[in-house]
């Protein structure tokens, strides 16, 4: 009985170390790949740019977009993630540093930071990521986007504008390329919007 079992139990283990090298070898032929989005260099201060600082903080969010793997979905209540296909940030942190350069380009402000901790400039870009990934739709792959923003007066202490937006960018093959390429123009496509309306506000409440 003894013998038999030693038996076995030498089997086990060279079954065991076979799977491990197998799964080795797996890992080894699938690299993990980053990608990242593309960010506005340019830095000036308009002639007419509104006079006081901007602070960006970093959203709330769920933890999946804390972390750097790339989320999918469909349109349905299920998602997962890649484990292989990686942001070069976590989505929440591209998002602001999307939202700071894009804003700090436009030249509309003295200065545009991000900072994890809390300053005390006037004005504080702050909101809640919901959506950051891809989804296959009934129309084909899209990057989803979707977040409320809103602007705090720390004089005031209150909300003096806000701004929800939600898109789906569709791309153009079902690559992960394709994907990554629909999220930058759609990360673009938001700046553009949150911008316009940071104008409109200061436009219609000049600062005293």
Not at 67 to 73: H, R, W
């Amino acid at each position: 009985m003894r013998i038999r079992s030693t038996c076995a139990l030498k089997y086990i283990l060279m079954a065991f170390a076979a799977s491990a090298i197998s799964l080795a070898g797996c890992a080894a032929n699938h690299p993990i790949k980053y990608y990242q989005v593309n960010y506005p260099t340019k830095e000036f201060v308009a002639p007419d740019a509104v006079n006081t600082t901007l602070m960006i903080r970093a959203f709330e969010t769920s933890h999946l977009y804390l972390d750097d793997k790339i989320v999918y979905g469909f349109d349905s209540p299920e998602m997962g993630t890649y484990e292989y296909q990686r942001w070069a940030e976590p989505p929440v942190e591209i998002l602001q540093s999307v939202l700071a350069r894009g804003i700090r380009a436009s030249g509309r402000f003295k200065a545009v930071y991000t900072v994890r901790t809390d300053q005390m400039d006037r004005f504080v870009l702050l909101g809640h990521l919901y959506d950051f990934k891809e989804v296959d739709s009934a129309n084909g792959i899209v990057a989803r986007l979707n977040y409320d923003v809103r602007l705090r007066d720390r004089k005031s202490a209150s909300s003096v504008w806000q701004y929800a937006y939600n898109y789906d960018e569709p791309a153009t093959d079902k690559s992960m390329t394709a994907f990554v390429v629909a999220m930058d123009k759609n990360l673009q496509r938001s700046v553009q919007a949150v911008q316009a309306g940071l104008d409109e506000y200061f436009r219609a409440h000049p600062l005293r």
